[in-house]
């Protein structure tokens, strides 16, 4: 006699964690493929390192305003350029040539693209771009993280700052005329 509420034996087997041959990619390398949350992460931390720069410079715009402009030009055109590079490598995941990243140069286009490249699947398999990219690190995870969680928690900061600072006499904010 058999007893109906035993399982049946499981059979395991190991799958590989990724592609071989699939390799790491590299923030700012130029070829290869990138996956959903690596873009997001990678365009995010080379956005906050832009706008970084450029909030640093401005304190120099009374001593200098040519060092002041260049910084805040340099730090935008380093978003830029890195926006582009992670938006070519996003759609070569997606099985698209690289030169459709100007179309987030569009506006309003762009909001488009930008949600194709977030949400859209990148090919399972090899593609004419190369091998898919390996599963993302702990280190990507947590730059995504940090990536959504840094401008939330700037965001309160200055929703709380700013109306102290002016109920303080710090901050003069002009009414709107």
């Known amino acids: 006699m058999s007893n109906p509420y035993v399982s049946s034996p499981a059979t395991?087997?190991?799958?590989?964690?990724?592609?071989?041959?699939?390799?790491?990619?590299r923030i700012l390398q130029w070829n290869g493929r990138?996956?959903?949350?690596?873009?997001?992460?990678?365009?995010?931390?080379?956005?906050m390192m832009g706008m970084t720069l450029s909030?640093?410079?401005?304190?120099?715009?009374?001593v200098s305003q040519a060092l002041a402009l260049t910084l805040i030009f340099a730090g935008y055109a380093a978003m830029l350029a890195s926006g582009f590079v992670q938006a070519r490598r996003r759609l070569q995941d997606l099985d698209q040539p690289?030169?459709?990243?100007?179309?987030l140069l569009i506006p309003f286009l762009n909001m488009v693209v930008w949600a194709w490249l977030q949400f859209a699947s990148?090919?399972?398999?090899a593609n004419r771009f190369g091998l898919p990219p390996a599963p993302n690190s702990d280190k990507v995870v947590a730059a995504?993280?940090?990536?959504?969680?840094?401008?939330?928690?700037?965001g309160i900061l200055m929703a709380?700052?700013?109306?102290?600072?002016?109920?303080?006499?710090?901050?003069?904010?002009?009414?709107?005329?």
């Open 98 to 103: 690289g030169w459709m990243a100007i179309l």
């Open 34 to 47: 990138i996956g959903r949350l690596r873009y997001f992460a990678y365009s995010s931390l080379c956005g």
């Open 12 to 25: 395991l087997t190991t799958a590989p964690a990724f592609t071989p041959g699939a390799t790491e990619p």
């Open 160 to 177: 709380v700052a700013v109306p102290a600072l002016v109920k303080a006499g710090v901050a003069d904010v002009a009414a709107p005329a």
């Open 144 to 154: 995504a993280v940090a990536a959504f969680i840094i401008p939330a928690l700037a």
């Open 122 to 125: 990148g090919s399972a398999d």
């Open 55 to 62: 909030l640093l410079s401005m304190p120099l715009l009374p």
